[in-house]
DNA sequence: TATAAAATCGACCGATGGTCGAAAAGGAGA
DNA sequence: TCTCCTTTTCGACCATCGGTCGATTTTATA
């Protein structure tokens, strides 16, 4: 059972890397087996369906961020750093989906709405701890934490999922975040030039 | 040209049907021509591909929705109304999605997310007229308002496609559309009771 | 009625996700 | 080492799907 368990990560790792460049639907399952150098009856000993699959992919993906948010939560940022690095940390989108999959977005349709709503699940908790923080400090005054950051959440990955959005939608989306968490005006306001700039720049640890 | 119009017209209302109550990715081609009793080439002879007539499907779900929506702008209704009324208008999921739907929600992501994309570009020219009219009322006060429509626009979809939404959901998103919108504090509360039952109630007229 | 254009047909295709029975590979005990 | 059982691997095969194409029928037109 050592054995097995090792070839279903390596199979999980390539799988992940081709999702991510070439898209969940663009990937098959002959490609996979291909890459991997096994049968299909072998995958197939392994994972109950491609969909299957990526779910076990999904779970990986949000693991890693998850570390890496955590992190960012427990460091000596200031608040709205705190939450800003939590978001851009569940950033589904990273170095090497940009460029590809930037274009086929639209068919990748499944795995994308997969990992928004795994990564709402993970990051909201999170998120909540950052602002209730930020409530304590008195930076922020609000109820219904979990919610709030809800929002939060949903409004960030919408908007700036794609690449256009405007310096109007931005300044916005500030506006909305302070008065949703009960901040002083402008005292988000830093954050302006930061936004188009929250691509995961995590190294390459492979 | 005009019989071929007529027979196009006629295996779009039939794709529609199907794919609000199956889902676009769980109706074949094969099934649609089967329904309408035409061959493979007669299909494809009217539509590039199922992707395509997917869009021109849409097309005409967005056009009823924003006649509907359109009504609702020019009504005697008070600004809050309408808005949550063309909000309403626009809801992706009907009477007929609810039911079956709600359970392939999932694999019919591509379809809900083109929806999406469409709906937004629909919707917000009229959110955003509603929202001046309030403006020039008094009872809102805010800039860029395309843009502030826009997140109510994206947080309702969001938030209110699920069934798992709770009150404290509900209380947040009103508290955050006044907050948006510039609205008085507690001005929007009466409509609470009225967000979980926004369902499109216009009756069949087929 | 001759002819071109519009519309319909269905056999066929390549790719895809998935199945299945059989055969190796790998111990554990005798 | 031989036996027996479990784990793992194999690849031929399958049904379905979206899509193509040349042939044929229907319709309009002159």
Redesign the interface.
């Known amino acids: 059972m050592k054995k097995g368990e090792k070839r279903k990560q390596e199979l999980l790792k390539i799988a992940y890397k081709m999702f991510l460049t070439k898209g969940y639907e663009n990937t098959s399952v002959d490609e996979i087996i291909e890459e991997a150098g096994i049968a299909k009856g072998t995958y197939y000993y392994y994972f109950e369906s491609k969909e299957q699959m990526l779910e076990e992919v999904i779970e990986m993906m949000i693991g890693q961020e998850a570390e890496v948010a955590r992190q960012v939560l427990s460091s000596n940022l200031d608040v709205v750093q705190k939450i800003l690095g939590i978001m851009a940390a569940f950033r589904p989108t990273q170095e090497e989906t940009t460029i590809e999959n930037a274009l086929h977005q639209?068919?990748n349709?499944?795995m994308?709405?997969?990992v928004k709503k795994r990564l709402m699940a993970a990051a909201i908790p999170l998120l909540a701890e950052a602002a209730e923080e930020g409530n304590r400090q008195g930076i922020f005054c609000c109820d219904?934490v979990p919610?709030?950051v809800?929002?939060l959440l949903?409004?960030g990955n919408?908007?700036f999922d794609e690449e256009n959005f405007?310096e109007?939608?931005v300044?916005?989306?500030i506006?909305?975040a302070e008065?949703?968490l009960g901040a002083k005006a402008g005292s988000m306001d830093y954050i302006k030039g930061l936004i188009g700039q929250t691509r995961c720049k995590n190294g390459e640890k492979e």
């Open positions: 639209q068919e349709a499944l994308h709405n997969k219904h919610e709030r809800k929002l949903i409004v919408e908007l405007t109007s939608d300044a916005v989306f506006d909305m008065k949703l």
